[in-house]
Nanobody
């Protein structure tokens, strides 16, 4: 069983930066692929970024060049650094863990989810 707790969300002006973190419990974190998803009101949950256990990454086109996903296996934590934020980045951001090492590109690929953290970007 993996439990995930996000932190670091908040309100930021357009053009600003924010880092959200996801602390994971469980003995298998280093072997789990991880992902960040987001869901805006009235929209479907979408993948923002994903990272394998070895550090291979994948990003949504809308965030490439602005967001960076990383992980620290010694701290059982995955991060999402968000730069040059835009109002359209406003959403609840969810951390997810996959019961495998390879990249997961869809929500159905993930077995465990955090409760989410709100990110609001004002114009």
């Amino acid at each position: 069983q993996v439990q995930l707790v996000e932190s670091g969300g908040g309100l930021v002006q357009a053009g600003g930066s924010l880092r959200v973190s996801c602390a994971a419990s469980g003995p298998t974190f280093s072997t789990n692929a991880m992902g960040w998803f987001r869901q805006a009101p009235g929209k479907q949950r979408e993948l923002v970024a994903a990272i394998t256990s070895s550090g291979l990454t994948n990003y949504a086109d809308s965030v490439k060049g602005r967001f960076t996903i990383s992980r620290d296996n010694t701290k059982n934590t995955v991060y999402l650094q968000m730069n040059r934020l835009k109002p359209e980045d406003t959403a609840v951001y969810f951390c997810a863990a996959r019961g495998g090492w390879s990249l997961g590109l869809n929500a159905d690929d993930y077995n465990y989810w955090g409760q989410g953290t709100q990110v609001t970007v004002s114009s």
